[in-house]
């Protein structure tokens, strides 16, 4: 049995989600993983989310186990015989403390800052307002979203199964080199999004690359009510 690194809860996950020509993915490309299209489109995706009740080896984290996570990530697969691996690369990962972005970035070359963030979460048996920011160079950056309470399945061959039925993780090490990780976690279940608003300079953010998607409406925003996460410690180096 692999040994367990991190065990954790994701919740209420909002995604963000913009059609990008893949050109402008295909620098972050780890080798041996390829581009995965959703109706001929390439997506990245502005997520926002809480990382709670976090234990490494199974020992919890005081003060430093739940936090926000704001990141940008982007969709790919990963063909090995017969099986096709769907996951997701990571652009940038932000939270607000610095060892949680040290020891990422150490351990497993991921692509953390730390930076402020906070949250306000207002949740009833009506709906659910949540509110993400960051501040980066003196202003603040949000996502936030009101959404019904009611819960639905996600159907198959949706966008939102696109999006969020992603188990692994890869990861650039070098131009050579790659790592592949397995997150685990039943399926989810989304909210219908009411109204949105996002505020982010994607420019200053995630480099001048990115810097159109402050003028360019996202294609969709889901909400998830996420459930708890694990990941191995071992990662399959390729």
């Known amino acids: 049995m692999k040994k367990i690194f991190l065990r954790a809860s ?37 997520v926002g989310f809480m990382f709670k009740k976090t234990s490494l080896f199974g020992i919890p984290i005081p003060f430093f186990g739940s ?7 982007f969709y790919v697969k990963r063909v ?6 769907k996951g997701v690369v ?23 800052i ?4 906070k949250n306000s979460l ?17 202003q603040w950056n949000s996502i936030s979203v009101n959404a019904d309470k009611a819960k639905q399945k996600i159907e198959s061959g ?8 992603r188990y692994f993780g890869f990861t650039k090490l070098d131009k050579d080199n790659s790592q592949e990780y397995r997150i685990a976690h039943p399926k989810w279940m989304t909210s219908n999004i009411l109204n949105h608003e996002i505020s982010c300079d994607f420019g200053a953010m995630y480099g001048v690359t990115f810097a159109h998607l402050n003028s ?19 990662r399959d180096k390729f």
């Open 10 to 46: 994701w919740e209420n996950l909002v995604m963000a989600n913009y059609e990008v020509d893949p050109s402008i993915l295909k620098p972050y490309l780890p080798k041996g993983v390829e581009l995965d299209y959703y109706k001929y489109k390439t997506y990245v995706s502005l």
């Open 67 to 73: 936090f926000e996570e704001i990141n940008l990530r």
């Open 80 to 85: 090995v015989g017969n099986k096709v691996k």
């Open 90 to 112: 990571f652009i940038n990962e932000t939270v607000p403390f610095k060892i949680v972005a040290l020891l990422a970035n150490k351990l497993y070359k991921e692509h953390y």
């Open 114 to 117: 730390s930076i402020p963030t």
């Open 122 to 138: 207002v949740l009833n048996t009506i709906s659910s307002n949540i509110v993400y920011e960051w501040e980066k160079n003196k």
């Open 158 to 165: 949706s966008m939102e199964e696109f999006i969020f039925e």
């Open 216 to 234: 360019q409406k996202p294609d969709s925003v889901f909400l998830a009510e996420g459930s708890k996460v694990t990941i191995n410690w071992l």
